[in-house]
């Protein structure tokens, strides 16, 4: 079974990853398909993410899971909240019975440099670059993904996660969300404060994990 992490929150909230090395028939046994996806992988990483979500909870009502308009998915008792990202070969989820909950993943790349004026600012970066990493910069000239990179797609992921657990869309990433502090805990860990302005001014804590080229980042609330 590859799963790839898990974490127990709190009480009430788990988050986990899935590395998809499956077929489908592997997610069908225990997950429907409950829409059309033309796409082999996209059908596989759907079926991984809803496969997590009875992993951390067996008594997720999967089959009551309904889309809104903003394409969150959500149940209409909200028994439960949670958040659901797929990346490549990787599927994430993070489930609540009491908070609301974002959930990110993505695989560092250096694609991501070009469109970093939609989101970033100058002092987001700089205030990454003073804390996380800060040691063992990749050289992309080997065609690996840069040191830049990897600290964009860090602040896109937080960024990301935030506007999942806000779930109403209408979120302009660089002007609603924005960073205000950033410290590692530990050698795994990286813990950042941003300032959330939509509708009502918020401080949101998030939660980051790095894996060898996979950013993860989850907020709950």
Same mark, same amino acid.
């Given at each position: 079974m590859p799963l790839f992490f898990q974490l127990q929150i709190d009480e009430h909230t788990r988050l986990a990853v899935w590395k998809i090395e499956e077929e489908e028939a592997f997610f069908l046994q225990k997950v429907p398909l409950?829409?059309?996806i033309?796409?082999?992988?996209?059908? =596989? $990483?759907? =079926?991984?993410?809803?496969? @997590? =979500?009875?992993? @951390?909870? #067996? $008594?997720?009502?999967i089959e009551l899971i309904k889309i809104a308009d903003?394409?969150? #998915?959500? @149940?209409? +008792?909200?028994?439960?909240?949670?958040?659901i990202s797929h990346c490549a070969q990787f599927a994430a989820a993070i489930v609540s019975t009491e908070k609301r909950v974002g959930v990110d993943i993505e695989v560092v790349s250096n694609k991501i440099e070009k469109v970093q004026h939609k989101f970033s600012?100058?002092?987001?970066?700089?205030?990454?670059?003073?804390?996380?990493?800060h040691k063992n910069e990749m050289d992309s000239s080997e065609g690996l993904s840069s040191y830049h990179a990897t600290q964009l797609t860090l602040l896109w992921s937080c960024k990301e996660s935030i506007f999942k657990w806000y779930g109403k869309g209408g979120v +302009?990433?660089?002007?609603?969300?924005?960073?205000?502090?950033?410290k590692q805990n530990?050698? +795994?860990?990286?813990?950042?404060?941003?300032c959330f302005t939509k509708e009502i001014e918020t401080a949101l804590q998030l939660h980051s994990y790095y894996f060898e080229g996979v950013i993860l980042?989850?907020?709950f609330t």
């Open positions: 409950h829409r059309a033309t796409h082999p992988h996209k059908r =596989l $990483q759907h =079926l991984a993410g809803r496969y @997590l =979500l009875q992993h @951390l909870f #067996p $008594q997720f009502p903003t394409r969150k #998915p959500f @149940l209409e +008792d909200e028994a439960f909240h949670f958040s600012s100058i002092e987001e970066i700089k205030c990454i670059k003073e804390v996380w990493p +302009d990433f660089k002007e609603n969300i924005v960073l205000k502090k950033i530990g050698n +795994d860990v990286i813990q950042s404060t941003f980042s989850y907020v």
